[in-house]
């Protein structure tokens, strides 16, 4: 394990969230020497237990992983990593059976996490499964109805903080801090991010190493997951080359972007960030660090769109693919066309969009946006049109 403020190394430790240094975040460095493709069985994240570390006295799994990727219908070398279909509904269900299943093994009674809905939805799940209390600091009246529902259902305690999800997740560093009875299954925790490296995995068994993989970023853990499942299938010799790795963030919650496009010295968070990605509304991204270092190591980029590209994209996906994503997980659709119409990206090249979350997170935003019904006396000029 290595931090990535102050270069200080450990021994793999079960136990070790933060560095204990400086409190920085740390990396876990997985030096395998090969691994044996005949132990790769079953299906989902724990096909790979050979390659995630730690010591797990009970899995704590509802299934997640082996998620479909899907040809896009319109875009031959495109291809769709639909997230949405994991248990709570978003990838956030291949950290969790980790960190749960860790937490657990260490003997912790209660997690805790910050959340703009789906880790909470997600943490919740799992804690149930495995008789764990979950503590949760949500931002007040920014977590999509969906979302706070799940968290609920499964018996979560929650408070609301004022502000936004930084100020929750201020809340919850400070309590980590305080409390170390208390397991934080945020994704500064590294042990969550090696759930969801097992992306790239799957995406190389189904179609090998593509050009580039576009991943919605708000708190940054995910794409660098994913780039690390990537590192560690180049390093084992199995793929001879890196996707560049995008990431996509909205323009009123774009920090990573900005620092990227503007070739600024220093991070720039943003203050009250403002989209209609909820999930990725987020101003002060942890994981800034290890996205940077996903980003140029692959030597990939960044971009930003903006709020109506993403319902453009959200209703691209559903009605041209037939595919239901809630508002952040389309921002990699809007990605993928801005990168075409700038020449980034060519047709020609191999494309993964990573859809992090199901439509049914957050069905408002479309309620609110589309005329979805007619009065019955207008039901014959509906039919009229249908038919043309």
């Known amino acids: 394990m290595r931090c990535l403020s102050c270069g200080a190394s450990f021994n793999i430790d079960q136990k070790l969230i933060v560095c204990p240094i400086c409190g920085g975040l740390l990396e876990i460095i997985n030096e395998f020497q090969d691994i044996n493709k005949n132990s790769l069985k079953g299906r989902g994240v724990w096909r790979y237990k050979e390659l995630i570390p730690g010591n797990y006295k009970k899995i704590v799994s509802l299934n997640e992983g082996n998620t479909p990727l899907i040809n896009s219908k319109n875009y031959e070398n495109l291809y769709l990593k ?133 991943v919605p970023t708000g708190n940054a853990g995910n794409i660098y997951a994913i780039w690390k499942g990537f590192k560690e299938l180049e390093n084992l010799g199995i793929i001879d080359k890196m996707p560049k790795m995008i990431a996509v963030q909205a323009e009123g919650a774009s920090p990573i972007a900005d620092f990227i496009n503007k070739n600024q010295n220093e991070m720039k968070f943003v203050e009250n960030p403002e989209t209609v990605a909820t999930a990725i509304r987020i101003g002060k991204p942890v994981n800034y660090m290890k996205a940077i270092k996903a980003i140029k190591d692959s030597k990939g980029t960044a ?86």
């Open 82 to 214: 639909f997230e949405g279909l994991n248990p709570t509904g978003s990838f956030k269900d291949r950290g969790m059976t980790v960190a749960i299943s860790s937490a657990y093994s260490l003997g912790y009674k209660i997690v805790v996490a910050a959340s703009t809905g789906n880790t909470a939805a997600s943490a919740s799940a799992y804690s149930a499964r495995a008789g764990l209390k979950t503590l949760l600091f949500l931002p007040k009246g920014k977590v999509a109805k969906g979302k706070m529902f799940q968290s609920i259902l499964h018996g979560a305690v929650i408070v609301e903080v004022d502000g936004s999800f930084d100020n929750a997740m201020s809340r919850v560093r400070k309590l980590f801090n305080e409390d170390k009875d208390i397991y934080p299954v945020n994704s500064f925790n590294p042990w969550r991010l090696e759930g969801q490296k097992t992306i790239a995995y799957e995406i190389y068994e189904d179609i090998g190493s593509p050009d580039f993989v576009i």
């Open 303 to 388: 971009l930003k769109v903006s709020d109506d590209e993403i319902l453009y994209a959200q209703i691209y996906l559903a009605r041209e693919e037939g595919i239901g994503v809630e508002p952040a997980s389309a921002s990699t659709m809007a990605a993928y066309k801005k990168l075409l119409d700038n020449g980034y990206i060519d047709k020609k090249d191999r494309v993964v969009l990573i859809l992090t979350g199901h439509a049914l997170k957050d069905p408002n935003i479309m309620v609110n946006t589309e005329i979805h019904s007619v009065s019955q006396d207008n039901i014959e000029i509906l039919i009229n049109k249908l038919k043309i």
